[in-house]
């Protein structure tokens, strides 16, 4: 899982596996380690969500998903969901939540598990 953050827009790309287990499991999450601490990053199933919905807490970035969109999510052609969310302050956060493509460009990345890129059929 990858996550791109810019200014008040978060958006998070899964590969294959993590798509599938997300749509099985109910959840992905991702880790990054520093030597004082770590900034985690989830991805979860829910069934009080009807839209994307992001939270901050704890050095964690939890973005909730309807279990009613994610279905068959891991089967189908539909590339990802969309959301602007309203928050407290009247501003928006923007998420995206994507099916990871293989980059189009060269890259050292390994992108083994990612979905094939249309573009490049």
Same mark, same amino acid.
């Given at each position: 899982?990858?996550?791109?953050?810019?200014?008040?827009?978060?958006?998070? %790309?899964?590969?294959?596996?993590?798509?599938?287990? @997300?749509?099985?499991?109910?959840?992905?999450? &991702? !880790?990054?380690? /520093?030597?004082?601490?770590?900034?985690?990053?989830?991805?979860?199933?829910?069934?009080?969500?009807?839209?994307?919905?992001?939270?901050?807490?704890?050095? %964690?970035?939890?973005?909730?998903?309807?279990?009613? @969109?994610?279905?068959?999510?891991?089967?189908? &052609? !539909?590339?990802? /969901?969309?959301?602007?969310?309203?928050?407290?302050?009247?501003?928006?956060?923007?998420?995206?939540?994507?099916?990871?493509?293989?980059?189009?460009?060269?890259?050292?990345?390994?992108?083994?598990?990612?979905?094939?890129?249309?573009?490049?059929?």
């Amino acid at each position: 899982m990858k996550i791109r953050i810019k200014g008040n827009s978060v958006r998070f %790309r899964l590969t294959k596996s993590e798509v599938h287990r @997300l749509c099985k499991e109910g959840s992905v999450e &991702e !880790k990054t380690e /520093f030597d004082e601490s770590f900034f985690s990053y989830s991805v979860v199933a829910s069934d009080e969500q009807e839209a994307l919905h992001a939270s901050f807490s704890e050095g %964690r970035i939890m973005l909730h998903i309807s279990n009613v @969109l994610l279905r068959h999510w891991d089967t189908n &052609e !539909k590339v990802g /969901f969309y959301h602007n969310q309203l928050l407290a302050n009247g501003r928006e956060l923007i998420l995206t939540l994507e099916k990871d493509f293989v980059c189009m460009d060269q890259t050292a990345e390994d992108q083994s598990d990612n979905y094939p890129n249309p573009k490049l059929m």
